[in-house]
């Protein structure tokens, strides 16, 4: 049965993966897995960093997404409303 297409390029530019328990040079599908569980938690830890600061994420253009014109004028008049009830209890 032919490979497919990015099974093949794995094999290319890995040189294909081992088990576990295996104790040849080639990169066993644990250390893989354990070398993509560490970046993914590297990325999440900056993440929250960058984003957990006050205004972090309404004050990256980068990754902020700005409300519809048409909910930004529901939005406007909601908060109007909670703080004109908050200011006359």
């Not at 490979?3 to 294909?16: I, M």
């Not at 700005?66 to 909670?82: A, E, F, Q």
Request: proline content about 3%.
């Amino acid at each position: 049965m032919a490979d497919s297409g990015w099974l093949q390029k794995e094999k290319d530019l890995f040189g294909g993966v081992t088990g576990g328990d295996s104790t040849s040079s080639q990169l066993s599908i644990d250390t893989i897995s354990d070398g993509l569980k560490d970046a993914l938690r590297a990325g999440i830890d900056t993440v929250v960093m960058q984003l957990g600061t006050s205004d972090g994420f309404n004050g990256d253009p980068d990754i902020h997404i700005p409300l519809p014109d048409n909910i930004k004028i529901v939005n406007s008049m909601c908060i109007r409303t909670v703080r004109h009830k908050s200011t006359n209890e």
